[in-house]
């Protein structure tokens, strides 16, 4: 099947620092990707739908200049946490639609801000 | 606009007890159904999914039917095994512009006990 694979798995790192987060399809081309936020209760929160080519589609209440998102390619979306703060610690997920319209889910990345 | 609700959890049984994780949606359209399945410390992954009114999905003994007049979508499984403990998530996916976009339920976290 399909695989999408995301850097960091983990990454702790200071208030006010940014950190970026990789998101790749392997095998497929993904012209659309998608980025959630999972909390605690393991709720999935959409929070931008990442378009190549073009910006990023943010869903209500995200901010866009705290969550940068570049699809610089077919296979590449990257989302970046700027200006970082505790509040911001989540676990992060991308995925990518196949062919069909099944998501492919990245393993996640780890975010802790201390 | 389109929303997935699932019952709560955690919902906890023992071995080789009957399942059932509800799942009900609004939509507009005809989208196609899923439910996605987290492993512990593991990312999201298919589980089952039917794509139009009266299909049943089926995979590893789970069963779903995606009934349009009652817009459910109900998650069941005739006998849990301890393997199968996880968090179960119902979605939908609607195209628009050329791509899929998806929308989850809150997840159900599902223990089963030996």
């Known amino acids: 099947g399909a695989v999408v694979s995301q850097h960091p798995s983990r990454v702790i790192c200071k208030s006010g620092t940014s950190v970026k987060i990789e998101c790749r399809s392997l095998?497929?081309?993904?012209?659309?990707m998608f980025w959630y936020r999972q909390f605690p209760k393991q709720s999935l929160m959409l929070m931008a739908t990442?378009?190549?080519?073009?910006?990023?589609?943010?869903e209500q209440g995200v901010e866009k200049d705290k969550f940068l998102i570049n699809h610089a390619s077919l296979t590449l979306s990257t989302l970046t946490v700027t200006s970082a703060h505790p509040e911001d610690s989540s676990f992060y997920i991308c995925?990518?639609?196949?062919?069909?319209?099944?998501?492919?889910f990245g393993p996640g990345t780890r975010l802790t801000v201390l | 606009g389109n929303s997935v609700t699932q019952m709560e959890g955690p919902v906890t049984l023992s071995e080789e007890a009957f399942l059932t994780i509800n799942c009900t949606y609004t939509?507009?359209?005809?989208?196609?159904l899923f439910w996605y399945v987290q492993y512990p410390g593991e990312g999201l992954q298919l589980l089952l999914k039917?794509?139009?009114?009266?299909d049943k999905g089926s995979n590893k003994g789970f069963e779903a039917t995606y009934r349009k007049e009652t817009t459910s979508f109900h998650l069941e499984k005739g006998s849990v095994q301890v393997s199968d403990s996880a968090v179960y998530f119902c979605?939908?996916?609607?195209?628009?512009?050329?791509?899929?976009?998806?929308?989850f339920g809150r997840g159900t976290s599902l223990i089963v006990h030996p």
């Open positions: 939509a507009t359209g005809y989208p196609s």
């Open positions: 039917a794509t139009k009114a009266d």
């Open positions: 995925s990518a639609p196949g062919q069909t319209d099944t998501q492919y």
């Open positions: 095998d497929f081309q993904a012209t659309t």
């Open positions: 990442s378009n190549e080519g073009s910006k990023a589609t943010y």
């Open positions: 979605a939908l996916s609607r195209a628009s512009g050329g791509s899929y976009i998806p929308t």
